[in-house]
């Protein structure tokens, strides 16, 4: 009776971390950062100690560990203290996504849930871009606030929070924080489809993650037909939302991880060959248009922008490179703002960020872990033939992630990080539950609570 209650404690414990790959894209940025911050809690409330779940033993759990701790001194070297313990805490808090997901995602049924989960999450998220692109096209012709008020979808919350803190914090605190509250604007993307994310590119870069995993489901859930339909059409909605939030970055990204599933399996590879002439017919002349301004067009404002940001990188680099400026983007937001007249609050490319904010040891550290993920993925593939196509469809969704970061600074906010680190903690679970299989542990805990 104690075994089944404790089966039964560690199965609703799963359960509310496996809703959160589909209540963290699809929720509020402000609202996304709660679940993170409970997941120690709903662990000891049904599972004792928090602490229990920290695999001590795990090279890449430490290697996040290091990371994370030199978040934090490298606060001390910051200009804007408040605003760099903030982000410090933040990728703190969003660190137990990983240690939770890598920890209860302990049997193949469950990460089959997540991969379902992450799945349908994707076409939701989807699906609101499609109708927010829907809206700002023909909106208008019921009223002119449709075309806009929807997109993000969040917006209107989110700039009450920000006129709540405008209030909670006076004028002399804007220093510290590296942030004006009374003139920031939450966005200004009203003719690119944000879904439920805060701008285009988080929204880009959480569909080029989940696409590969949509692929996955689609293609391995060879029993399940209903499943199976509606990985598919997630899949379509995946697509197009990608297509919808114009970032060519994205595009590319996409391409990098679709290319990667290619060695998923024979079929698949097949398949995917032949339908993607298909897709890229059907995708609207618009798409193409905003790709092909990465050649066509040489004076285009962004990447002009980019090209002045990278050169500022490199030189704020030179100057800070063993230790760098601090933790949080609001040093080098300034430097760009005051040295270079550049309105940009970053370095538009994740590993010249934590260069600039953690030197070569902070960005070293983070190299690090996606190595270790990917070599993970490596072994388990070449292995054992059953789990190949789980553990190139992993690399695949971590590869375009980082595609995705190298045309910006994708972990400017709650959701992105938020992300990553389930991803991380999904790919570290699954390496565990291959190796115990190598190693002739199959006795897998229980997977299913009846």
Known sequence: ????????????????????????????????????????????????????????????????????????????????????????????????????????????????????????????????????????????????????????????????????????????????????????????????????????????????????????????????????????????????????????????????AIFVTLFCEKKQTIVTVCLTPVVLFIIPSGVYKRLFTLVTNKDDISLTTHAKIYQAAFETIREHWLFGIGTGNAGFEEILHNDYGIKQPHAHNIFLEFLIEGGIVGAGLFAISLLLLVIGMIKISVKLKEARALGVTLIASLAGMVCCGMFDFIFYGPKPIQIFFMLAGLIEAVRRLYERQLSGDEKFEFDEVQ
């Open 1 to 256: 009776m104690a075994k089944l209650k404790t089966e039964k404690s560690k199965f609703l414990t799963f359960t509310y971390v496996c809703l959160c790959f589909a209540l963290v894209p699809l929720t509020s940025d402000y609202i996304c950062t709660v679940f993170s911050l409970a997941m120690p809690f709903v662990y000891m409330r049904n599972n004792g100690k928090a602490m229990n779940a920290v695999n001590r033993s795990s090279k890449q759990t430490m290697v996040f560990a290091a990371f994370l701790f030199i978040q934090f001194v490298h606060v001390l070297r910051s200009d804007f203290k408040v605003s760099a313990l903030g982000f410090a805490l933040l990728w703190l808090v969003m660190f137990m996504g990983y240690i939770y997901v890598s920890d209860l995602a302990n049997t193949k049924e469950r990460i089959n849930k997540i991969l379902f989960t992450s799945t349908v999450a994707g076409g939701i998220a989807g699906a609101v871009g499609v109708a927010q692109m829907g809206l700002y096209h023909y909106g208008g012709l019921i009223n002119e606030k449709l075309r806009f008020i929807f997109n993000p979808l969040w917006d209107i919350f989110h700039e009450a929070v920000v006129k709540l803190m405008a209030v909670i914090f006076p004028d002399a605190l804007a220093a510290h924080f590296g942030v004006d509250f009374d003139t920031v604007k939450v966005s200004s993307f009203a003719t690119r489809a944000c879904s439920t994310f805060s701008n285009p590119i988080f929204f880009a870069m959480f569909l080029v993650v989940v696409l590969p995993i949509a692929l996955h489901c689609f293609f391995q859930l060879k029993d399940n037909k209903p499943k199976r339909a509606v990985s598919f059409f997630c899949v379509l909605f995946i697509l197009a939302g990608i297509a919808f939030s114009y970032s060519r970055g994205a595009y590319l990204a996409a391409m990098v």
